[in-house]
């Protein structure tokens, strides 16, 4: 069942032991994008929740954390680069394994344009060509080479793209943490200049500012983690790929807990409610404007951070979405061309070409739009990620079901865990379509076809997936032939074996 590689290389296969476990840490990080994704939401989060931002940060941290370990367990028994596609279809049959690979490779496409974007323009800022940011066809065309070098990357190999993201991730984090310390300091020795708090302990409290104002937070709170599982898209190129992938994708959910709440305390002390709470409509370039009050004319150090963080994830943001076509081509629930692989880098090429041209067609065609419209397509990926991160820890439960009994940390770890992360997300998913049913909370404020924009491009991505699955269907059933399964105990108890 399930592993048929169908490409026209039948000897050729994705590299295997390319990368070790830092490196996969290191690409799950740069994934997530922290200090663009920081940028992005702390002003909309102060504003709905106060001071009490970073107890919010740390609830979204939950659902994150328990659907990570459905990624490791699930990992353990199938070490496939598609994850949630291979796993749901073994769990809950090819019908709702396709709509999970679909999900994951249309997240890709929706945000890579954007992360390229806030990277360009945030490299401009940091040397001083400011007057670029604000030229559309100087920015577009620098953001569409970037996309181009950074899949080149992605494809040349991933032992190299392992390395600069490794660069990456150094970079980003020292910038933070040098903003982080500054900002602390100018608190307590009150030279901010803004109406500044100091921190306390009651910050973290998720529940302070009221369920309405939670529920939007967490809205926000899960996209900042969401990429984490990256990581896990690499499983058949990294050493150990039963358990280091998975465990790589726990680990790096920590680490992000740990760095925004740094990051949100520090902001949320040094700048005051007020101030974030009336700019939470500047998103990302409100981290431009406390740039250079903190910093002074060291501005350019948290600039850079945010713009290594959003040329990182450009790259690896185009992981899950290649090996998630190549999982889909080889298993025939995609044509055979997707499936191809270099025979001389061992990657998945045709894929990710193929998904930085749609992407870069989307940043472009949606920019032509207006930039509300890039935006709004941004929120409607929390729709997709709540979506297949919801699926997959239900997966995780369905598929070990004869074996949440064993122990008590079965039962908590596989089955319960997963299943209260996929309720959470569900949740926040039904939460996310009555809010963008009003065209008042899109970007834009205006409506298309009675509904906010971002819902409407949530079900046009949700119904053009069901087209093609079922076009799919019609043209080569060979897929649609496999039948659910369950977890082979050896497999359970022996979590150092690959899976058939």
């Known amino acids: 069942m399930a592993h048929d590689r169908v490409r026209d290389e039948p000897d050729v296969g994705l590299k295997p032991n390319a990368i070790g476990f830092v490196d996969a840490l290191v690409i799950g990080l740069n994934a997530t994008s922290p200090a663009y994704s920081l940028a992005a939401v702390i002003g909309p989060i102060v504003a709905l929740v106060g001071i009490y931002a970073p107890g919010v940060m740390f609830a979204s941290f939950v659902p994150m954390l328990l659907i990570a370990s459905a990624f490791y367990y699930l990992n353990k028994v199938d070490q496939d680069c598609g994850t949630t596609f291979s796993w749901v279809t073994r769990a809950m049959g090819p019908w709702a394994g396709w709509l999970g690979g679909w999900a994951i490779t249309m997240t890709g496409v929706l945000v890579v344009g954007s992360l390229a974007d806030v990277a360009v323009s945030f490299t401009l800022l940091a040397v001083g060509l400011d007057g670029w940011v604000e030229n559309d066809f100087a920015r577009q065309a620098l953001t569409v080479?970037?996309?181009?070098?950074?899949?080149?990357?992605?494809?040349?190999?991933?032992?190299?793209s392992a390395k600069v993201q490794n660069v990456l991730i150094l970079l980003q984090i020292a910038f933070l943490l040098v903003f982080v310390a500054v900002a602390l300091y100018r608190v307590y020795a009150g030279t901010t200049g803004f109406d500044s708090i100091e921190p306390s302990i009651g910050w973290l409290d998720p529940f302070g500012a009221g369920g309405a104002a939670l529920t939007g937070g967490l809205l926000l709170g899960v996209f900042i983690y969401w990429g984490w599982e990256s990581a896990v898209n690499l499983t058949e190129e990294t050493e150990d790929s039963a358990s280091a992938p998975g465990k790589a994708g726990l680990w790096s959910t920590v680490v992000l807990l740990v760095t925004y709440l740094s990051v949100a305390v520090a902001v949320v002390a040094f700048a005051g409610t007020a101030f974030l709470a009336e700019n939470a409509g500047e998103e990302e370039f409100v981290f431009a404007q406390l740039a250079g009050d903190v910093?002074?004319?060291?501005?350019?150090?948290?600039?850079?951070?945010?713009?290594?963080?959003?040329?990182?994830?450009?790259?690896?943001?185009?992981?899950?979405?290649?090996?998630?076509?190549?999982?889909?081509?080889?298993?025939?629930?995609?044509?055979?061309?997707?499936?191809?692989?270099?025979?001389?880098?061992?990657?998945?090429?045709?894929?990710?070409?193929?998904?930085?041209?749609?992407?870069?067609?989307?940043?472009?065609?949606?920019?032509?739009?207006s930039a509300n419209a890039l935006f709004d397509s941004l929120t409607a990926l929390s729709l997709l990620i709540a979506?297949?991160?919801?699926?997959?820890?239900?997966?995780?439960?369905?598929?070990?079901?004869?074996?949440?009994?064993?122990?008590?940390?079965?039962?908590?770890?596989?089955?319960?865990?997963?299943?209260?992360?996929?309720?959470?997300?569900?949740?926040?998913?039904?939460?996310?379509?009555?809010?963008?049913?009003?065209?008042?909370?899109?970007?834009?404020?205006?409506?298309?076809?009675?509904?906010?924009?971002?819902?409407?491009?949530?079900?046009?991505?949700?119904?053009?997936?069901?087209?093609?699955?079922?076009?799919?269907?019609?043209?080569?059933?060979?897929?649609?032939?496999?039948?659910?399964?369950?977890?082979?105990?050896?497999?359970?108890?022996?979590?150092?074996?690959?899976?058939?």
Not at 146 to 159: A, D, H, K, R
Not at 332 to 358: C, K, Y
Request: charged share 15%; hydrophobic share 50%; net charge positive.
């Open 295 to 369: 910093l002074g004319g060291w501005d350019w150090i948290l600039l850079l951070a945010v713009a290594t963080s959003a040329i990182a994830s450009t790259q690896t943001t185009i992981i899950p979405a290649s090996r998630t076509a190549l999982s889909m081509a080889r298993r025939q629930a995609l044509p055979r061309h997707f499936g191809h692989i270099s025979p001389r880098f061992r990657t998945p090429d045709v894929s990710t070409w193929w998904v930085a041209g749609i992407a870069i067609a989307w940043y472009l065609i949606v920019n032509q739009i």
């Open 145 to 160: 080479l970037l996309i181009i070098v950074m899949t080149g990357l992605c494809v040349i190999g991933t032992e190299l």
């Open 387 to 500: 979506f297949y991160y919801a699926l997959t820890g239900v997966a995780c439960a369905v598929y070990y079901r004869r074996h949440l009994t064993e122990s008590l940390r079965n039962f908590l770890l596989i089955g319960l865990g997963p299943v209260v992360g996929a309720g959470l997300l569900t949740w926040l998913l039904v939460r996310s379509v009555i809010d963008m049913s009003d065209p008042a909370n899109s970007y834009s404020g205006t409506s298309w076809f009675g509904l906010g924009p971002p819902l409407v491009i949530g079900i046009a991505i949700a119904l053009a997936g069901v087209v093609l699955m079922v076009v799919r269907r019609l043209r080569d059933a060979a897929f649609w032939q496999e039948r659910p399964g369950v977890a082979d105990p050896d497999l359970v108890h022996a979590p150092t074996r690959k899976g058939p």
